[in-house]
């Protein structure tokens, strides 16, 4: 039934007149379920495609079916938000997507055409969403992809252009979501080198808060497409409303967060059109890039394990596989090394249960040796002055030893420095007539061009061809952009350059996964300067941070967790005073802490000697027998925040059928005497009972119930006491059911 509607609205003597609005039901409601949530949108009777609802799980579609909108005042529209918001509405809030039409108009309106649901495979459907403008041939793809176990709902666009000639698309989102509530928190993440996803919480206003990337390339090593959004109350670990979100892209990002004059939170997330409008010719289509949502009324704790689970499984290569513990050359030889200084290496990490030895920067480029950031890069053949008997020499004396080969690489970049630089100046990132802005002293090489493209994936292959021996590839990337321009693309679609690099970067990684679909790829950007669900889909872990320093792991790898999953976060022991801070740290704190993600190291093992070789090897024994396990497969509870008062950390991992527990407690501070934290785990069947045992001991036990069985009940209400308050001190427990 349709109502028609004239007001009058008096306010302050001011009389506003409303134009006739057609206010009707709706006519189809499209529903996106997983287990425990619902995204519904409905099909007005104008063909408007209006956002209905997105939270808990909700099984009252006849509802939306009948739900009216309100007619909005000066305007002849109503307050209902439509699923991808377009300029040319009547809508002034952040559209989604904006076209400059082919005849020059701005306008854009879209109306439903169509809908379809399908499950590429068990446990996943995908909905997709058909919108067409009203009078143009400009089309869109609403894509919506529902994991039902882990309660993800994924979001894509894919516009298409079937006008007369090109348009421009100057504002083209992945998805847009209008929330509502009472007060909004958004929890997001900031950082450095050295100190990224630091974490912050603030409560939203009026206006728009904008977290974006501008730098092109090392796009997370400020901010990071992400984030936690609480409705009503700050956010809550076990408690409470809570939407997670992550953009799967590499390049420049946006993610608007505006509270409206209605004050709705409207979240705009995907590619930053900052000097990137695209022209799309006329029969072509562009994807954005997947945003990831999901929704827990039980806290950010169940935030996390969703993505988690979802990472693990879709998000990542190899996610649900144990990971390798790892040697890294970098901070124990640097860039000065010989054939000796590897091989010690690998005899110590043998010895001490390591089982792959990464060789970092340093082992390439001849006529401009890599000796120091200074020169090399480009140049992929060994330094035969370093490594005269080439690479097979060190892959082949790594197996000798039981351990697999890792190596190296930094394929985008160049120094103007190498032979590459000398041979294909045209294949650097320019700006005609200006001077090149070096960074590292490097240049960023145009992966738009898909010459570069083949370049760079030639040198993964050529390396793996020669030298099948290879088994794992750390593949970094340390400058960003500071100057756009590429000689390859026409002077018409220079504003291309953002997007099709990292279109450039995902094909040359999408031809490595076609070839080597389970080969081991770490993902490093000057440490996490490129973590991303849109990198992380081509690689098997993530370099978190090139600070190694434990307590500011503590805090880097707590914020890194709320989003990305534990099992890919490389996590390294290294030596003392640390190299990026200067902090003293006991060697025991230094494992428990790397221990909490993928443990590797990265140092001169063969400093390690004495008592402290014997606690590193049975740490390392531990952590494959107990921890290992359970950083793969299980359920992070985070149990005290580094960040809150006390100055303690806590968490533990839980196997999915809750039989066994590894348990991780740090003192961040020095406390008085007798100040000791009492723990609470979670996430524990309350009818269980577990023997409690700790690990990696330094000779005394930090609980008095050591060895003890306890019930769940007891653990997760009354907690443990435990005796630990010396700063850098800490405590790992192993807990096991008993039946
Ligand atoms: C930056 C990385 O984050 C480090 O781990 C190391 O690989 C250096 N680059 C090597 O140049």
Redesign the pocket.
Known sequence: MKIYLKCIFYSLGITLFFSTVAVGQNTKVIEVKTKSTSLVYAVDQSKRLIFQYYGKAVDASDNFLRQQAYPKPDTNRDFSYEAYPTFGLGNINEPALSVIHADGSLNTELAFEGEETKSPQPGVSETVILLKDRIYNLTVELHLKAFEEEDVITQWAVIGNQEDGSVQLTRFASSFLPIKAERYYLTHFYGAWAGEMNVTEEKLENGIKVIECKKGVRTTQTENPSFILSVNNPAMENAGDCYGGALAWSGNYRLDFQVDESKRLNITTGINPFLSSWSLKAGERFTTPEMIYTFSSRGRGQVSRNLHDWGRKYGMVGGNKIHDIVL?S??GA?FTFNENTLTGMMDDAAEMGIETFVL???WFGNKYPRNS?HAGLGDWQTNEKKLPRGLDYLIDYAHSKGLKFGL?I?PEMVNPESELAEKHPEWIVQSPGREKIVW?NQLLLDLSNPKVQDFVYSVFDSLLTTHPGIECI?W?A?RHVEQAGSTFLPATEQTHFWVSYTEGLYNVYKRIRTKYPDFVIQD????G?RLDYGALKYHNEF?T??NTDPLSRIFIQYGTNLIYPPVGTASHVSTSPNHQTMRVTPLKFRFDVAMTGRLGM?LQPKDIQGKDREFAMEAIKNYKQYVRPLITNGDLYRLKSPYDEGGWASQMYVSKENSSVVLFVFSLEPHLRGVFPTVKLNGLDPTKTYQIEEINMNGWSHFWGDGQTFKADYLMNAGLELQIGVQYDSAVFILKEIK
């Open positions: 890294n970098w901070e640097y970092d920067d340093g950031d190296w930094e590292r750390k970094d340390n490093c950007a000057s440490g300067g370099w941070s090139d990265e």
